[in-house]
């Protein structure tokens, strides 16, 4: 995978991370192997101080290690961890999706509407990376209606352990993911809070599943749990 282009910006350490985690699910970096300050600052063409910021931040995630004199090592995952994590978005994610339906005006549901038609159009092309921007659009959306800003934060914080450029690559996924779609939109639409945390939850918490075969197939994840 060719690097992209950084420019300076004041969140080039989030994009750090969000590249070297991309790597990291994709198995362009597997477990055991140590990455470099040098090397990606040189690869990225840019200093080492946000690819410094960037790997410390994926160390608070538990991606990576730091051993003295040794430098960043890519820790292994398990499906365990796709499911913790799983089962923390789906909780708070339905949440979230049940305040937007009480909250939730009609110009905020004609946007989450076209972000739809995008993102429906998007996985039609195979535009994974359109797909991701995407699909993060739409649930962000959601959460801002919801109106819970210390709630979106966690779930902020909880999605970045999730690898959702690789959802758009597994079999199925994106006909999965839109036909979720339109129950959480229907649900919205409806105003109907019940079924709205409901579908929200169901489409985060299946998406484990998938992700936990396609992960360990490529060898990127270790099973440690019975299938």
Do not use: C
Request: negative net charge.
């Amino acid at each position: 995978m060719s690097a992209p282009e950084f420019t300076p910006r004041p969140q080039l350490a989030e994009d750090v991370a969000r590249f070297v985690r991309r790597r990291i699910f994709d198995g362009t970096y597997p477990a055991g192997e140590y990455i470099r300050l040098d090397q990606l600052a040189a690869e990225l063409g840019i200093s080492v101080t946000p690819v410094r910021e960037a790997l410390f931040e994926l160390r608070g995630e538990g991606l990576l290690d730091q051993l003295p004199r040794r430098g960043f090592v890519v820790l292994p995952f398990t499906d365990r961890d796709i499911t913790d994590v799983a089962d923390l978005q789906a909780h708070v994610g339905g949440l979230l999706a049940a305040r937007a339906a009480a909250n939730i005006t009609d110009e905020q549901l004609e946007e989450l509407a076209a972000i739809h038609a995008a993102l429906t159009d998007a996985y039609a092309a195979n535009d994974g990376d359109r797909a991701v921007r995407l699909n993060h659009d739409f649930h962000r959306a959601i959460n801002v209606a919801a109106d819970s800003p210390k709630l979106a934060q966690l779930m902020s914080q909880i999605t970045r352990y999730a690898p959702e450029s690789v959802f758009p690559t597994i079999e199925g996924w994106p006909t999965q993911s839109v036909a979720d779609h339109e129950r959480i939109v229907a649900a919205l639409s409806r105003r109907d809070e019940g079924a709205a945390r409901a579908a929200m939850s169901e489409h985060l918490a299946t998406g484990a599943g998938p992700l936990i075969e396609h992960l360990v197939k490529k060898g990127v994840a270790q099973r440690v749990m019975r299938p």
